[in-house]
């Protein structure tokens, strides 16, 4: 598989811990920032095909919830990224 590297720091792979159920539907359920702490997805609101405008890139869009915050996870071919910007604390302060 060709794999592409673009110097964009709007881009930023994550490592993800994600759920594939019996109908097939992988799901996300945590993730690691850049620093290093594990947060964990409260909810997922929506999984469709999409875009990053912001980032580049077409992948599934995860429109998720995660320390009361709306974040967009994308799964492009076999990485997991989100658009750029930093974590600040949350109100449990991740799973780690």
């Known amino acids: 598989m060709k794999e592409h590297r673009y ?15 019996e109908d097939g ?4 359920v945590s993730f690691v920032t850049g620093e290093g702490r594990r ?11 999409a875009a990053s405008l912001k980032a580049g890139g077409m992948g599934i869009r995860y429109r998720c919830v ?5 974040i967009h996870l994308f799964y492009e071919e076999d990485r997991w990224f989100v658009e ?7 109100a449990d302060d991740t799973l780690s």
């Open 7 to 21: 110097d964009n720091k709007d881009k930023i792979y994550i490592r993800v811990t994600a759920v594939f159920h």
């Open 25 to 28: 539907r992988l799901v996300p």
């Open 39 to 49: 947060i964990r997805v409260d909810r997922v609101l929506d999984i469709r095909p």
């Open 66 to 70: 995660a320390c009361d915050r709306l």
């Open 84 to 90: 750029g910007g930093e974590w600040g604390p949350c």
